[in-house]
């Protein structure tokens, strides 16, 4: 095989997964699945994988130009409470001092029920920071039991020096050490503190694992750097987790859906990772994952991650019946009570069963729901088999059994309970369903989407166990994500260099707009990503004083796309009058730029039987049919670059608000080239056209730009 290949792992508590993707077309080549090794370590597992792919396709390793591996360690080491002992050196001076020794001072923190990350704390004044007051703290700390040193001291991100200074002693002395200012950017020194804790607590464990997957990567002669999944759907390098591995927490959450925005082009949109024991739920809003702040153990932390919300309900859940009918669904699975499902054995085996009930758990009641047949075989009721009984599941899919079982297994709980076995599968589907439609509400209501253009996807093997329902009881669309199964390990090979830095400024100003990009930039290229492929969002809030900047770049001369064939100017027509919930005869294309078109609609409303009121919505849509924008009482302009300063200006005026103390701005979206430019953070034209200016200064003159304001 001389063709470039991605090669993607996913190392789960069950199995290893592994894809291989053909570099230029996105076609997955290959996919494999191993018991992870957990005796020898992951790593073993890991390179057994990759070196069976490589000799059975033919790879040679100069044709590997990217290779990624996601990985639930740093999860599972904070569930299990399996996390280093941390020592904090805080520091501040003057009027600060009292307030930065407590605000350092963050105690144990409990990451389970009885689990704590445990720490040390040492405080010395700003003023008297040398090597002998810091040897003094290091071993203050280090008495304490302390194996991990964070420092972390009153405004570091404006001066990170005495950190700095603190880190270099801890090195020359063996230990890991975290500065808060590495974690963070943002002013807020017990939150700041605290995420650098949880950070420095994973180190020890996480360099070991980092270290052995090197080493099994480089004895393989792959010669692209391992990348590993981050938890905002980007990867880093390997280097860049050992110095920040809390950003792998939650990393495998993001890696099902970042695989299928690779594949789906999804406006709107629920996304369901369900595997045999739970679900997890993100959101898909304007075709970006909605992220918010990580907690752990209750606590708030630093880290941006995906809004991922978890259930105990997926293709493996148990039935559960008290006073003789069916009182629950989970959140024990059939793999927890090691039983196999009763949808995926051959015909026939089920014939004759009866009911028997069982706790999974030493102190589970025992109310659920087994079958057992006539030769003493016993198999779990699931609610897969449900879901293949009600005809949920497509012929073919992952999640797909036999039909005969199923329906003996579920007659067998219908005669008990004195109903029919559908009867059954449709209360125990009702209730699990249920449970996912108070979270999917939720979610919806949260994030202001559209029932009407929401779309539910369904990833991971039982992705068609829940979606299909559960649609059918929103009454709103779904689809199955393409090669569902492997939906993670696809996101993991096909994954982005990702970046984030948020700094505490007000009204930033163009030098802090520019210093920030120069940061940003000068930190996803240590991260792996290609300078000439690197993309930078700027975004400021206003609410509360940050200045934050995105970088996504590429690990190859290449930007990413998936090569999706364009959509033709009908389709793109249907999917924004269904966006708009607008007749398509009123529905049309009014401006067009780069890969962005704007579609509007203009409706005429009736008031009184006799005067006629104009409503216009508009929504902007990219070539590939993802609407990114959408929005009633909204303004569009197409320019040329060069008339910023004239027809741009005039526009913005048309859209302010002014009164006797202000004048505020509209929200202001642009559009060019690849690009969408988010400036509704901005409180000023000033400050919106100087961001403006640094975004497009490449750009020529004649280039044309859509401008896209509402109030």
Known sequence: MSKKVRIGIDVGGTFTDAVVIDSSTYEVIAKKKIPTTHEEGVAAGVVALISQLMEELGIAPEDVVFIAHGTTQATNALLEGDVANV?????????????????????????????????????????????????????????????VIVASEAYSVDNPENELRVQENAENQGLYCTGGHEISQLYGLKMRTRTAVVNASLIPKMMETANMTERAVVDTKIQSGLMIMRCDGGVMSINEVRKRPILTMLSGLAAGVAGALMYEKISDGIFFEAGGTSVDISVIKNGKVMIKYAQVGGHKTYLQSLDVRTLGVAGGSMVRVNGGKIADIGPRSAHIAGKEYECFQEDGELDGSEVLFVSPRKDDPKEYVLVKNPAGREYSLTLAGAANLLGYIPEGDYASGSAQTTKAAWDALGTYLGCTGEDAARQTMDLAMDKLAAVVEELIDEYELDTRFVTLVGGGGSGAVIVHSLAERMNVKWKIAKNAPYISTIGVALAMVREQMERTIANPTEDDIKKMRRDIIEKIVKSGANEATVDVTIEVDAQKNILRAIATGATELRQKDLAAADLKPQQLREISAEALGTPLEDTNCVASSGRWNVYESVLKKKFLGVFSQKSRRLCVIDREGVVRLKKEKAAYLKFAKARKGDVFAEFLDANTTFSDANATIPKVFIFYR?????????????????????????????EELIAVAYK
């Open 87 to 147: 020592g904090i050196i805080g520091m501040g001076t003057g009027m600060d001092a009292r307030g930065a020794r407590n605000e350092t001072n963050v105690g144990d923190i409990e990451l389970a029920p009885g689990k704590f990350l445990k720490t040390s704390h040492t405080f010395i004044d700003s003023k008297s920071v040398n090597d002998s007051s810091i040897q003094a703290a290091i071993d203050e700390v280090r008495g304490a039991g302390a194996e």
């Open 674 to 702: 690849e690009k969408m430019l988010d400036l509704t953070g901005m409180q000023s034209a000033e400050q919106l056209n100087s961001i403006l200016d640094v975004e497009t200064c490449g750009l020529e003159d004649s």
